[in-house]
């Protein structure tokens, strides 16, 4: 896993370098993350999270349509993963816990492992979390090569298929902080507290605006 963490790292330090002061100070201090290009007006053109539709724990499809204007955040992972899954969803149910009742506010977490995460174990793996409904926290599952497709190309993370890795799969441990205009504003180590930490003091600087 450490090469994950690795890519991430890059992510987050290009992401501050290449950030204009006077933009931070207008986005709250969070940057936007992954590229950007100039169209034909000269106007920037930022990174964006692709079109999608999953089913989640309740049989529910849930598109880019359903976040537009929300903040949410992101992550992957697969219910039988015998690695940082478990920590990674105790560190999750911290941010669900503190944003649940905001309605501006989702988590979409991604199997990444759906012929076996069926709508009806992601509804079980979400009761036994203590997560009663989709309201706030989506576990979703879909066609697995449009689930690896978007955690590589939009969200710019690690989900795919591994033969070599404990449970058969490689995925990050990132939780990924996206804003209304489907843009990433944040990556954090799941796996760390303090990391959770700040992502928790994040979420409100998007909220605000």
């Known amino acids: 896993m450490n090469r994950t963490y690795i890519l991430l790292g ?8 290449c ?13 936007i993350l992954g590229e950007r290009y ?9 990174h964006r999270i692709a079109a999608f539709a999953f089913v989640n724990q309740v049989g529910d499809t849930i598109s880019n349509e359903d976040v ?3 903040i949410y955040v992101a992550d992957f992972f697969f219910t039988s993963c015998p690695t940082i899954c478990p920590i990674m969803k105790k560190e999750m149910l911290r941010v ?14 991604h199997s990444i492992d759906p012929t076996h995460d069926t709508q009806a174990v992601l509804k079980d793996y979400a009761e036994k979390l203590g997560v009663e409904d989709a309201s706030t926290w989506n576990f979703l599952t879909g066609e697995q ?3 690896y497709e978007i955690g590589q190309t ?6 795919m298929a591994d033969q070599q890795e404990p449970g ?42």
């Not at 204009?20 to 709250?28: H, N, R, V």
Request: proline residues 4%.
């Open 10 to 17: 890059l992510l987050v330090t290009l992401g501050f370098s």
């Open 19 to 31: 950030q204009p002061a006077s933009e931070k100070i207008a986005s709250a201090e969070l940057p």
């Open 38 to 46: 100039a169209d034909d007006n000269q106007d920037t053109v930022y």
């Open 68 to 70: 537009e204007d929300k």
């Open 96 to 109: 669900y816990e503190k944003y649940k009742d905001q309605p501006n506010f989702l988590i979409l977490s």
């Open 145 to 147: 090569e449009k689930i």
């Open 154 to 159: 939009s969200y710019l993370t690690t989900a």
């Open 168 to 209: 058969g799969f490689l995925h990050s441990g990132a939780f990924l902080l996206i804003d209304g205009k489907g843009r990433i504003r944040g990556v954090y180590d799941g796996t760390k507290s303090d990391q959770v930490d700040r992502l928790i003091s994040d979420i409100p600087k998007l909220l605000k605006q």
